[in-house]
């Protein structure tokens, strides 16, 4: 084990030294009144906070108030006295003694170590440590940020959530021949996840503001993975059954993009908004990749039952990790450092709960009517492409089930890249200095106007190829209304972020249930470019009222 030496001398007030060795120089500064270390400077980063020597009979004490990034296997003061203390009056003996300290590079949590004298060759009297608590070095990972760990495990939520949603896009085309469901049937079963997701969005929201988020978000998790198990049992029992199941699925579901809104807006400062939503959010896309890519495989060698207890069964391992390392504002983690507290509070909001929502003034401002009216238009597509592409691929490029499942894979994939990429780019603009109504407003012109134009191009594409290039690339640019209109709840209203999210999500979860089941009956009575068409004039309509009427700026308080 290497050693390193820390010669000491009175020099201008303080005491100075550095450390000698393979490694880089040390300089410890201690204040001549209190000889309390001042500062440590190996690479800028301070060594020990606090140090106090006292007087008990023939021992010293040593009591750091923090741990610091290494441990003192010796640690000695000189003192003019035999057996004594090193008192601030002791100029002289500083002055006149050397001061020597060993440091060993290892963790070392002091908490009341005993130090005894120790004559030095010198003829010094230094102290040598008898007593401490030996540690290993901190691992990398308890220094991850305690805010991007709930974003991390959030996004674990969302990818579970999409996973537990689209394995019955792939599992519907075994079940139907099975039990002889036509398309009518199918965009019925499809269609009745949202009758469930719809009950609960704007409870969910009011829940997540009143009694925290991870309360909300764990039953969620716990509930919708319950009803993905029990789908296949519900299925045999018959039709109504399966309509109920898959409802109850919804009511799951429908928490969790309200809970998490709400876990953000507490966790998370403005400048870092962007690119956390979108990591979250991507959490969907790459559950959407692994329950389409894992789907046709797991039905081909275990039958589509598989799915539903495969998916459903991971949702206890993620509520374990939750219920250890989630709180639902920093205020309520004890092992939350100062440092990150105040990074977090200096740049969120730190305000009381919610007890009353106002529901006048939040439905008489106009940026609220442009969330609500976007997030209709927008998920008009999005779900009919979650719920429907299979079938699309299946039934119009002749793919087979396979085929179909991987295929599904790349679109969803190219939503992942590009919200993260759509994050990184909002917060950078914002912090440049561009206002967040020009950059919310910039962003979901994107993820409306990029969808539109892929989608008129597959109208006319002839070839596989070109229609998978199309769907991928109408996809990628839907992702970037994370940093828009997604984004854009806890701009406009931080405190009531959650609810918020429910009321403009309650009108997307409408587009969902009667685009999926409008959907199916199109396809009845007339052709897919018939839905695409639909589609696309939605999302001109979401791209004027946006524009129009959306802000960056906090309306409600």
């Not at 450390?19 to 190996?42: A, F, I, M, Q």
């Not at 440091?103 to 004298?117: G, H, N, W």
């Not at 917060?427 to 106007?449: A, E, P």
Request: hydrophobic content about 45%.
């Amino acid at each position: 084990m290497f050693y390193r030496k820390l010669w000491s001398q009175t020099e201008n007030g303080f005491l100075s030294g550095y450390t000698c060795g393979r490694y880089l120089r040390s300089t410890v500064h201690l204040d001549e009144n209190t000889l309390k270390p001042l500062s440590v400077s190996p690479n800028g980063r301070q060594l020990i906070s606090s140090v106090s020597l006292c007087h008990c009979k023939k021992t010293h004490k040593v009591s750091p108030r923090q741990r610091s990034r290494g441990s003192f296997g010796y640690y000695s003061f000189s003192s003019p006295v035999p057996g004594g203390c090193l008192e601030p009056s002791d100029k002289d003996g500083i002055g006149k003694n050397s001061t020597s300290a060993y440091y060993k590079s290892e963790e070392y949590d002091i908490t009341e170590a005993k130090v005894d004298s120790f004559p030095s060759p010198d003829g010094t009297n230094e102290a040598i440590l008898v007593g401490g608590d030996m540690q290993e070095a901190v691992p990398l990972w308890q220094d991850f940020p305690k805010r991007w760990v709930i974003v991390l495990l959030c996004f674990a939520a969302f990818l579970l959530c999409n996973m537990d949603r689209v394995n019955m896009s792939i599992a519907i085309l075994p079940m139907s021949k099975e039990f002889n469901w036509n398309s009518a049937t199918v965009g019925l079963i499809q269609s009745s996840f949202f009758w469930g997701y719809l009950l609960t969005q704007i409870l969910g929201g009011i829940w997540a503001d009143k009694i925290g988020g991870k309360l909300v978000l764990g039953f969620g998790v716990v509930w919708w993975s319950v009803a993905t198990v029990l789908t296949p049992i519900a299925a045999r029992f018959g039709l109504p059954f399966l309509l109920i199941m898959r409802a109850f699925m919804g009511i799951g579901e429908g928490v969790a993009m309200p809970a998490m809104n709400n876990l953000l807006s507490k966790w998370i400062p403005v400048s870092e908004r962007s690119r956390s939503l979108a990591l979250v959010y991507s959490g969907m896309y790459l559950g959407s990749v692994i329950g389409l890519a894992f789907s046709p495989i797991l039905i081909n060698k275990f039958g589509w039952p598989s799915v539903f207890y495969s998916f459903g069964s991971l949702g206890s391992i993620w509520f374990a990790l939750w219920l250890r390392k989630a709180y639902s504002s920093p205020k309520e983690d004890p092992e939350l450092s100062k440092e990150e507290k105040k990074i977090i509070m200096g740049g969120s909001i730190s305000k009381e709960p919610v007890t009353v929502i106002p529901w006048r003034l939040i439905l008489s401002k106009a940026p609220v009517w442009a969330l609500i009216i976007s997030h209709f238009c927008h998920n008009w597509g999005t779900f009919i492409l979650l719920t429907w592409m299979p079938t699309y691929y299946n039934q119009v490029l002749k793919f087979n089930l396979t085929e179909s499942g991987l295929l599904c894979v790349l679109p969803w994939l190219t939503m992942a890249a590009f919200a993260n990429v759509g994050g990184w780019i909002a917060d950078t603009l914002v912090s440049k200095g561009l206002s967040v109504t020009t950059v919310r407003k910039i962003m979901q012109s994107i993820g409306f106007l990029g969808p539109a134009f892929f989608l008129t191009q597959l109208i006319h594409v002839k070839t596989p190829a070109m229609a998978v290039l199309c769907m991928a690339c109408s996809q990628g640019s839907d992702a970037f209304s994370q940093s828009g209109l997604y984004s854009n709840h806890q701009d406009i209203g931080p405190r009531y972020a959650g609810v918020l999210l429910g009321l403009s999500n309650t009108a997307g979860v409408l587009a969902g249930v009667f685009g999926t089941a409008a959907t199916g009956y199109i396809l009845q009575r007339g052709s897919w470019n018939d839905v695409f068409k639909v589609s696309v004039a939605l999302y001109i309509i979401g791209t004027l009222v946006w524009n129009l009427f959306s802000t960056g700026e906090k309306v409600l308080d």
